[in-house]
């Protein structure tokens, strides 16, 4: 039995990526900040374990928790959505200690099992926001960038020990909360500033229009049951029909 070691698992892309690792027999070390086993159905392969991918120790205490795996899942993040001059350098700092030091750190702490195990996969969840620049979201999409930057180049230094790493880009998804947490969060900050008012009216009008051809759960899934099985997979795969858009 493999096992795979999923972080932010307590909604969207994560939680549905733990079900479907469930499903298909492997044990599933599901981490998320607040730990909540009620979130994913009841299992002897299943193991809920408490994570913050911005605390070591917590890091350190759930990797031993977890044991030997053959699998990381760095799907832990959060949104930031505004302008940049509406954005404090402590935000900014939060946003990139998330998502992109945190992936750092989970992978520094699993490679050394890896390289004793003498192989291991790494799917490092980024965003197709990267392909396309966007208003309003530079900070958010600066730390995605850095990690698919990050990932393509550790994935050479890890290449002679049988550690595969991939990136997963997703394009946009309504049916998580990511959208409406980074919103929340920005206004939370005192909002975006009156300079840049008409500029995020129009933006959030047209993501409002925009309901065609968006990215499902099921296409993340898919993606990083792929990036975690398939030993052929490109180093890049895009999830959900706006993404592929927007790679092509």
């Known amino acids: 039995m493999k096992t795979v070691l999923i972080t932010g698992c307590s909604s969207g892309f994560g939680l549905e990526i733990a079900r479907h690792f469930l499903q298909e027999g492997w044990r599933v070390i599901a981490t998320m900040r607040t730990p909540r086993a009620d979130l994913l159905p009841a299992s002897k392969n299943l193991q809920v374990v408490g994570l913050d991918v911005r605390d070591p120790d917590s890091i350190r205490s759930a990797v031993e928790a977890a044991g030997d795996i053959d699998v990381l899942v760095n799907n832990a993040g959060i949104g930031w959505l505004n302008a940049l001059e509406g954005t404090s350098l402590d935000t900014a700092h939060d946003v990139f200690e998330t998502n992109t030091l945190g ?3 989970m992978m520094q702490a699993v490679l050394p099992g890896f390289r004793a195990r003498k192989g291991g996969v790494v799917v490092n969840v980024s965003s197709s926001v990267t392909l396309k620049p966007l208003p309003l979201l530079s900070v958010y999409t600066a730390s995605k960038a850095a990690v698919n930057a990050f990932t393509e180049s550790v994935a050479l230094e890890l290449e ?3 550690i595969r790493v991939r990136i997963v ?3 946009r998804a309504p049916v998580t909360r990511f959208g409406e947490n980074a919103r929340t969060r920005m206004q939370a900050s005192g909002g975006i500033p009156d300079a840049y008012g008409e500029l ?3 933006v959030f009008a047209g993501w409002a229009g925009d309901t065609a051809d968006l990215t499902q759960a099921r296409d993340v899934v898919d993606a990083v049951w792929r990036a975690a099985t398939d030993p052929n997979c490109p180093m890049r795969l895009y999830a959900g029909a706006d993404a592929v858009a ?3």
């Open 103 to 105: 992936t750092m750190a």
């Open 160 to 162: 002679p020990f049988n």
């Open 169 to 171: 880009l997703p394009g």
């Open 200 to 202: 995020a009216r129009n």
């Open 246 to 248: 927007l790679a092509a």
